[in-house]
Structure formats: C-alpha cells, structure tokens
C-alpha cells in the first residue's frame, strides 16, 4: 500500500532491515523468557525513535522491518537510524542484570533500489549484512554491488560445503612463538588456509564466519586439531619435540557437549602430551559466562590442556572471567603492539595487562610484532614471548622446519 501511494505521489519510502546483535548470547545465557522481554523492550525502543506514520513488525527471531513512507532522501532514513542506535546506548534492565543489546541496520529505498516490496525488504537485509561484516551496532544503506557480494557468499558457501567433503583443499600454516630474551622458539599458532581450485587462496577472514553460520566449522576444526597434531609429530622425528602448539577454536564449539572427546581423539591417536596442545579462545566466549562453558573449560584445562585468551583487551576485558575460567595464558592484541610507543595509551595498557598476568600467574605473549621497538618495549614491560613478521610470517610445514633448523643454528 505505501509503494502505491508512494509512486502515485512521486515520493519516496524507505525500509529498514533490523537485527539484535548477539541476541543468541542472551536466550543462551539467561533462557527464552528472559531473551522474549528483551525482544519486547527492544522494540519499545526502537517504536520510540519512529515517527507516527511508520511502522514497525517483528519478522521473525530478532530481526525486525521499519517502514518509512514519505521521505524526501536516505538521509531522513539516517536520521531514524542515528536515533535507535543512540537509544541503544543505554542498558536494558531484564530482571537484575543489566544488558547492552546493539543492532544493526540495513536500509533500502524505493523507487532508487526497488519499486517490489520483497526485493525491498531483500536489499535491506543484504545491507544489514554488510553492517555485520563491518563489526555490528551501525547502520548501512543497500548498494547495487551488494547483490554481487550477496550472491558471492552463497558461492563461497556451496564452494566450502564441496571442500569440507572433499577434504583437500585446506592447508595448515604456522607461525613460530619466540621468547625473545633467549631467542628461541617455544611454539608455533596452526592457522588454515583455504587453497580454492579457481580463486586461489581464500582468506579465513571470508569463510569461517560462513563456516560458523552453516555449521561447518565443526567437521573443519576436526580437521585442523588432527592435522596440527599430525604435525607436532612430524616436528618430534625432526628433533623439535617440546613446542607449543596453538589451535584457534571457535566458540560455538564450547556449546557442544562432545567437545572435549572431539580434542582428545587427536592427542590420543598421536600420542600427545595435553600439556603441548593449547586452545586459543577469544574474549566473546567468555563473556557467555554459563555454567556449562565454565564448566567444559575447566574440564579441559583438568586434562592438562592449556587455554589461552586471543586479542585480549579488544572486547570486553573483565578480571571476573580471569578468576572464573582457568586460563593460562593472555595474548596481547596486536592493535596495541602496532600503536606502541613510550607515549602511548596502548604502552600504558600492555603495561597493565602485564601487571594483570603477574596476579593472576598468567603467562603472556604479545602478537604482530614488526618492528625492533615492539620488541624491546614488550621486553622491558616483562613480556618476553612474541609472534609476528619480524620474526617469520606463517610458514607451510617444509618451510616451518627448516626455520626451526636455522634457528637451533643460530
């Protein structure tokens, strides 16, 4: 009805693809009951920043459609969408605890994107999507090369389901772990790499996001837990038998009950000390802080497995899960190591994420260093361990040992 009025008058409309991000973390967390009286609260919210003839409708989930009939330009969109995110801003009180719950916000335009109300509503979903690529809580209007973009994740989808059943086109690279006071290498972080047949290689960056959304990542990490371990092995007949191994685990794995018999099959079938094997985790899984994911890391850690926290103070750094979860080693952002000088905000924070680790026994390692500086000021600061390109980039297996060789020669 609005598309008809709207080209009868030769006006304008917009439509607005919203979605709750990390809605799941709270259904999860606090139970459906508690995530329907967000969803309620939400869309009082979001009701509030509307004006009288617009409309509002949950689609489904937590994804909801606004409609603005009768605007002048997408900037009148932009105005609405600057008003909920900063409405957002404040916490929602769901019974005694407090939660920040951002959005993001995809808009299209008619007549400029579509004149059908489906493909409308599809445009805006696309451009939500695009905001949440580009790191959530924002807003993004639809943009013609977003079908392409659109169409090209349904490609790299069916692409990936094709190589996870085929099994051969992923690779393991490493990157070695340095302590830098003694100039040896302690460990080495597996990575993946995706060697597509026509594209080439497909950074992770592009398709675990898919692989998490599909289910995928599980039969993937699977494969990069048992072919790091393969390598490890490898790495013993070569004469480097004590080195840490580092393996990116995603955190809907932590959701799954048989996580940990999924870790020890490798370690048993290769005949692996736990102790050699540590699990890279990132601070939004902590931030779950449910019983059964406290639970499942202590559990891990009780097997002699170790845990260490990736791009620590990126998110949402709390001593609480410090105290809670048995982490063993924090890894320091390489955001704060590439901003590093002596006069520096990120100098003072290394500095006391350094002062943290010590309370709290914790070992460290500080990552994309480049430079002699990021290394000598990390040093001084007491964090010894480092990874980065002044050291080597991620190296497939061959070349990985014979860096390992050159650097016993050294």
């Known amino acids: 009805m609005a598309i008809v009025q709207a080209a009868r008058r030769k006006e304008k409309l917009a439509v607005m693809f919203l979605d709750i991000d990390r809605f799941k973390l709270v259904n999860d967390t606090y139970g459906h009951q508690v995530g329907d009286l967000l969803l309620r609260k939400f869309a009082a919210r979001v009701r509030g920043c509307l004006r009288t003839g617009d409309t509002l409708a949950r689609q489904g989930g937590d994804e ?66 695009q905001v949440k690529a580009q790191g959530k809580n924002g807003y993004s209007a639809f943009l013609p090369d977003m079908h392409t973009a659109h169409l090209d994740r349904l490609s790299i989808e069916n692409d990936l ?14 990157q070695p772990q340095i302590d830098a006071e003694c100039e040896k290498v302690v460990g080495v ?26 289910g995928l990542i599980i039969t993937i990490s699977d494969w990069v837990l048992r072919e790091a371990c393969a390598q490890l092995v490898r790495l013993k007949e070569e004469g480097f038998g004590e080195l840490r191994l580092g393996v990116n685990l995603s955190a809907r794995e932590f959701d799954r009950a048989d996580l940990l ?31 059964n994911i406290v639970a499942r890391v202590k559990h891990l850690r009780g097997t002699g497995v170790n845990i260490s926290i990736d791009d620590f103070g990126t998110r949402y750094s709390s001593l609480n899960y410090l105290r809670r979860f048995s982490v063993s080693r924090i890894k320091i952002d390489q955001s704060f190591v590439r901003d590093l000088n002596r ?68």
């Open 343 to 410: 006069f520096s905000d990120s100098f003072a924070i290394i500095q006391a994420i350094v002062g943290i680790a010590k309370n709290f026994n914790l070992q460290l390692i500080a990552e994309g260093v480049e430079s002699d500086h990021q290394v000598a000021i990390p040093r001084q600061l007491g964090c010894n361990e480092m990874q980065g390109y002044y050291f080597s980039r991620p190296l497939p297996s061959k070349q990985l040992i014979e860096f390992l060789r050159l650097s016993k020669e050294v």
């Open 261 to 291: 018999e999924r870790i020890r099959l490798p370690l048993d079938e290769f005949q692996i000390a736990p102790e050699l094997l540590e699990i890279e985790i990132t601070e939004s899984l902590l931030m779950k802080d449910v019983e």
């Open 189 to 214: 972080e597996a990575l993946i790499r995706w060697r597509h047949p026509s594209a080439g290689m497909i950074s992770p960056d592009v398709f675990i996001p898919i692989a998490e959304d599909t």
């Open 161 to 174: 389901r094709k190589a996870v059943k085929e099994g051969n086109q992923f690779e393991l690279y490493f």
């Open 64 to 129: 909801f459609t606004a409609l603005l009939p009768n605007i002048g330009n997408i900037e009148d969109a932009y105005v609405v969408a600057d008003k909920i995110i900063e409405e957002l801003r404040w916490p929602f009180l769901l019974g005694e605890t407090q939660f920040l719950a951002t959005t993001s916000i995809g808009i299209a335009v008619y007549p400029d994107n579509s004149t059908n109300a489906e493909e409308l509503i599809r445009c805006a979903d696309m451009a939500m999507y």
